[in-house]
């Protein structure tokens, strides 16, 4: 329930303006603000100190025009993601442009009425409102649109890796899939009722690698998803095959992509159990660490002889990092250790339960 509720989220995600609530996205725009600040002092004639004099003043004002617009468009965020892009821009500019006459509005009441006259030497009423509007147009223009171009780069962007992924995520190596099909057709013969509870795990896995690449799981059903492929696995490899899980202290509502444990428990049964005489033993340690989830999965390793049969390309490691990147914007960490031993995976990334996206 929790994956189709970030899926229609996500969905729904057709604004092109950033998310005005985050403070990064309020620091940016104030910093832009501050610029605008120093370009307008720079453009008058500076006589000694004065101009200088004038700069915590304007500054001010334009904060204030900057955190008033950041603050409206925050409060109707919710409202205008559902528009088209050109609503979405006529609306915003329309906001904009409001926020700056009623700010100007009052900083000239404000000036005039607290005897500040020298703030504003021979500028007008209307020539005050008009000068003030005619720059916040000129800047609200020139920022939608950049804030236009960034949004169709990230989604461009995203679409390209999201098809890559895609095709990765849809990989189930061929090898899992007949012995997984011979698995069953001895259980058949042998224990009917076993092999229709196989038969339902191995559908589960196969929907969930067809899922696709921008829906998200929650880790409570990515951890069942992987309990039922070690189990398919068990049945197979019998006593060669020991596995320990570690799973308590976890927020099972955490948001990840579909499928990103399965991989790298079948890289530790192919490479560290199958080719061991007498099989081996696989931990995995999830675990909750502050505002992260820590994810650790550890194999035995056979003998040097025995390993050389199989050499990983570490294909499945570059795809669960790259999707966790993708999803988690670079906040992910995958890295691995290995001893004479052996073989250890740690996944870092970030607890999240709600994508907020504008």
């Known amino acids: 329930m929790e994956s189709q509720k970030a899926k229609r989220k996500q969905e729904q ?31 008058r004639p500076i006589h000694g100190l004065n101009g200088w004099h004038n700069l915590g003043m304007i500054s001010v004002f334009i904060q204030w025009v900057t955190l008033c617009s950041a603050t409206v468009l925050c409060l109707a965020r919710g409202w205008i993601k559902h528009h088209a892009n050109w609503v979405v821009a006529c609306i915003a500019f329309a906001l904009l442009l409001s926020i700056t006459a ?11 009425h607290m005897h500040f006259q020298t703030l504003l030497p021979h500028t007008t009423h209307q020539g005050f409102l008009l000068r003030n509007v005619g720059i916040g147009s000129i800047v609200c223009a020139l920022i939608l649109r950049y804030f236009y171009i960034q949004d169709q780069w990230k989604r461009q962007t995203k ?24 698995t069953i057709a001895n259980l058949t013969r042998s224990n009917p009722k076993l092999a ?30 992987s309990r039922q492929y070690l189990n398919i696995e068990a049945l197979r490899l019998g006593e060669r095959l020991k596995t320990t899980w570690a799973d308590n202290n976890v927020h099972n ?3 990840l992509p579909p499928l990103i444990f ?61 999707r966790m990147l993708v999803v988690f914007e670079g906040k992910a960490k995958l890295s691995y250790k290995e001893t004479e031993h052996t073989y250890q995976i740690l996944l870092t990334f970030p607890y999240v339960n709600d994508f907020s996206l504008c």
């Open 13 to 43: 995600d057709t604004c092109f303006l950033p998310n005005f609530c985050g403070l990064g996205v309020v620091f940016s725009i104030m910093l832009i603000g501050e610029l605008l600040a120093i370009l307008v002092v720079l453009s």
């Open 102 to 112: 009623i700010m100007s509005e009052v900083a000239f009441w404000l000036v005039h």
């Open 159 to 182: 679409a390209e890796m999201e098809s890559r992924i895609q095709a990765l995520q849809s990989r189930i190596r061929p090898h899992f899939l007949f012995n997984s099909m011979n």
């Open 196 to 225: 229709e509870e196989v038969i339902e795990d191995f559908a589960d896995l196969f929907r969930a690698s067809l899922a696709k690449a921008n829906t998200l799981t929650t880790l409570g059903e990515e951890i069942f998803i």
């Open 253 to 255: 509502d955490a948001l």
């Open 262 to 322: 399965q991989p790298l428990l079948e890289n530790a049964i192919y490479h560290g159990i199958e080719p061991s005489e007498h099989g081996g033993s696989v931990w995995v340690e999830i675990d909750s660490v502050g505002d992260e989830i820590q994810a650790k999965i550890t194999n035995t390793l056979p003998t040097e002889g025995q390993s050389a049969l199989r050499k990983g390309n570490q294909i499945a490691l570059e795809n669960t990092k790259q």
